[in-house]
């Protein structure tokens, strides 16, 4: 079984669509972030979420909307598509407190803005 | 604030070769983790290793070994008589006790050519 996984894939829209992105994960961890990697491979986080609640949320527009339903999911849902949000985004997850830091990624899912 | 630099961008060897691919970390705080993660070409990310900052001792996992110097603030990675399937990009990383955000370093896209 997947640790952590990520729907859809691949993902290809047209500016000004709107388009969600869905996580899972199976570890029993509480933490969840969601990570954007540009074209220039660069990471950076973007939210997390611990026992389904919001802990950071960095400077990321208001047209990205993280949804945790409860601590299994992390969704992450985009208004208004923009080129720039091209990218590939991963959702990870961890436990608080233990591992610090040891985040389980999904495998991506890379987002196309035509 | 953190940061993590890995100042190269890009190395290339020849199988067989050893390579190592450096990482300096800053932080002003006294208890902190750092981690490498490996993301092969298929997009995935791997964990590696995870060093905190009171443990200094080098850690040697197969072809892998670390070097932790808290002196020079680097947490470099060796690879030893490398394969192809070393390819990858890898990231450096560095977590503060308590933060859950990880921070990443730009990435050193590694070739190895047979």
């Known amino acids: 079984d997947t640790a952590v996984s990520q729907t859809p894939k691949y993902l290809v829209t047209q500016m000004g669509n709107d388009k969600s992105i869905k996580c899972e994960q199976n570890?029993?961890?509480?933490?969840m972030y969601w990570y954007k990697q540009d074209s220039k491979k660069f990471l950076k986080i973007m939210f997390s979420?611990?026992?389904?609640?919001?802990?950071i949320n960095e400077t990321v527009p208001n047209r990205f909307s993280p949804k945790s339903p409860d601590k299994a999911h992390l969704n992450l849902h985009i208004n208004s598509l923009e080129l720039g949000d091209s990218a590939v985004y991963f959702c990870?997850?961890?436990?608080?407190?233990?591992?610090?830091?040891?985040?389980?990624f999904g495998e991506g899912s890379r987002l196309t803005v035509l | 604030a953190q940061k993590v630099t890995q100042a190269q961008t890009e190395i290339s060897v020849v199988e067989k070769e050893d390579v190592t691919l450096d990482c300096v970390y800053e932080?002003?705080?006294?208890?902190?983790?750092l981690f490498w993660y490996k993301q092969p070409p298929s997009g995935e990310l791997v964990f590696l290793i995870r060093?905190?900052?009171?443990?200094?001792q080098n850690e040697i996992s197969g072809r892998y070994s670390w070097n932790f110097q808290k002196s020079t603030s680097s947490f470099n990675f060796t690879i030893t008589a490398s394969q192809v399937v070393d390819s990858a990009v890898y990231f450096c990383?560095?977590?503060?006790?308590?933060?859950?955000?990880?921070?990443f370093g730009q990435g050193t896209r590694l070739t190895i050519n047979p």
């Open positions: 990870a997850s961890s436990q608080w407190g233990h591992n610090t830091g040891e985040l389980f």
């Open positions: 570890l029993g961890h509480d933490t």
């Open positions: 979420y611990n026992n389904k609640e919001l802990i």
């Open positions: 932080t002003r705080d006294t208890t902190y983790y």
């Open positions: 060093r905190n900052s009171f443990d200094e």
């Open positions: 990383a560095l977590v503060i006790q308590g933060a859950q955000k990880l921070v």
